[in-house]
């Protein structure tokens, strides 16, 4: 095979590709994409939440029954990651059943990087990152219809949104709360606690329909084994990272003439979840969904 070791470089990450928030009642579910946000810019948007008020937030907003909730573009988007790689299946529901409960099954995977300890990966709309050469290998020759990646739970958001009724909203290094004050401008580390609304633990959620592919993801304890659902507790607990699987539309072939591989991502409009707080009095922010491409050279 004549891929270098040296010469395989990601240019981009593949991630979990979903929202994290468990901020509002209606919006914490991470296979919700919603719209995409409306530009405060061409669009004034005069109030957060005032039903009566056709430019608020709240019903600009609106997408069938769901309102109050969309997608925006960060400054900067992160995650740390652990390994990337191809597989034939999927290794968290290789034969038809989720492995809950049990380690996944990384049997027909070959890794394209690995790392234990785990690296940072930080970039921005329109911007690239290169993973260390240290840890990338050159992945087996062959077909894969699934990409792979195991990252952290925790994502790292910074943003902005506005002006919304005068007041331009900024993300802060507190999950949860924002600012009008652009002192405050910070990151958040916004971490992934079910795949539901408050009130269960879904700790995987599979066939979520993205630009590429589908998308199956699941929670993985520091035992490497898959959480299992529980709908008895509020959210799940003893996470540590996230298994991201996509089965990409168009199957990946490395063969011996592979040199390199480019992973290409979107997070304009979609990188980032724009949110209307419970009370509607403030904007919040939380991680959002972004699409991969991949091509080999």
Not at 283 to 294: M, R
Request: glycine residues 10%.
């Amino acid at each position: 095979m004549k891929l270098i070791k040296s010469n395989f470089k990601f240019l981009a990450i593949f991630s979990s590709l979903f929202a994290s928030s468990l901020i509002t009642e209606k919006y914490s579910s991470i296979a919700y994409a919603g719209p995409i946000c409306p530009d405060p810019s061409t669009t004034p948007i005069t109030s957060i939440y005032n039903p009566s008020d056709a430019n608020s937030f709240h019903n600009l907003t609106k997408d069938g029954d769901d309102q109050g909730f969309c997608r925006g573009t960060p400054e900067k988007y992160g995650v740390t990651v652990y390994k990337m790689g191809f597989c034939a299946k999927n290794p968290g529901n290789p034969n038809g059943t989720v492995l809950a409960g049990t380690n996944p099954d990384y049997s027909s995977c070959t890794w394209a990087y690995e790392n234990l300890s785990g690296e940072t990966a930080d970039f921005s709309a329109g911007g690239s990152i290169d993973l260390s050469k240290t840890y990338s290998k050159s992945p087996s020759e062959g077909t894969y219809p699934h990409a792979v990646m195991l990252i952290s739970k925790d994502f790292r958001i910074k943003g902005t949104y506005g002006p919304v009724a005068g007041n331009t909203y900024y993300s802060t290094n507190t999950f949860g709360v924002s600012s009008t004050d652009i002192n405050d401008y910070g990151t958040t580390i916004a971490p992934l606690k079910t795949f539901s609304g408050p009130g269960s633990c879904e700790a995987y959620t599979e066939g979520e329909s993205v630009v590429g592919g589908t998308i199956s993801a699941y929670l993985i304890d520091a035992s490497g084994s898959m959480l299992t659902n529980n709908s008895s507790v509020a959210e799940c607990s003893g996470q540590v990272k996230l298994l991201g699987v996509m089965n990409m539309s168009s199957d990946l072939t490395i063969s011996s003439a592979t040199k390199g591989l480019k992973m290409t991502f979107v997070v304009s409009d979609n990188g980032m979840s724009v949110m209307s707080n419970q009370t509607g009095t403030s904007i919040l922010f939380d991680s959002g969904p972004f699409s991969v491409n991949f091509e080999t050279f």
